[in-house]
């Protein structure tokens, strides 16, 4: 999942540094549930 994000296509640094922000908040968000899964999975 790579987005490109420069001065050509409108993004500004403030947008960009939102968009990386959620991205990493999203990405933190599914390892835990990923981490969550394994404990509570099949065989727990």
Known sequence: MFEAVSAYNGMGIKESVEWL????????????????????????
Do not use: Q
């Open 21 to 44: 922000v959620k991205v990493m908040d999203r990405s933190k968000r599914t390892e835990m549930l990923r981490v969550r899964a394994a404990v509570t999975g099949p065989g727990a």
